[in-house]
């Protein structure tokens, strides 16, 4: 990607993330802002770009910024994507010090709440048509949904236990 796009427009676009995201639907947001509006990579690349940032160390959109924009883009990327969040929450902490915080702003946390439910389900949704292409794939998905939901195994522990099934399944077959 750091050779199709400027590295201004992937600022742009991790600034604006940075402003407008809500917690856990980040991931919705850049799914929309890469994929969807602009066609910078594809659904299968950004699965593939989200998931070895979400399993390096670190924050996850710091390594997405390096995987999409090299070390320039990650580094800027970062800068962008953080400073419009810390500095709303510096002057949201400053009013809850000085002014408080209300019922009614609870109320609105709580719903701000659900819309990131509801970020996170329709990029999921958009997601499993890329990512979960065949029974073996259905499988694992459902195989870690169970173990770390329901059944609430340590997600580390989840980690550990299936990767090695996962890879397996997917091994190379002799021949192909």
Known sequence: ????????????????TGLTSLGGGRTAYFYDALVMRRPWITSREFIQDL????????PSF??????LG?????AWGDLAILVPGALILLALTWLYFHVGFTPKTTSAMHGMGAAVV?????????????AVRDLRGLLISAAIFLLVGPLHV?????????????????????GS
Not at 1 to 16: E, N
């Open 1 to 16: 990607m750091s050779d199709r796009v400027r590295l201004s427009r992937l600022v742009q676009v991790f600034a604006w």
């Open 51 to 58: 998931t070895i940032s979400q399993l390096l160390p670190g």
């Open 62 to 67: 710091s390594n997405l910024g390096v995987a």
């Open 70 to 74: 090299g070390g320039r883009g990650g």
């Open 118 to 130: 509801g970020l996170v389900f329709v990029t999921t949704g958009r997601m499993i048509r890329t």
């Open 154 to 174: 340590n997600t580390a522990l989840v980690i550990v236990l299936v990767v090695p099934v996962s890879l397996w399944l997917y091994r190379p077959r002799s």
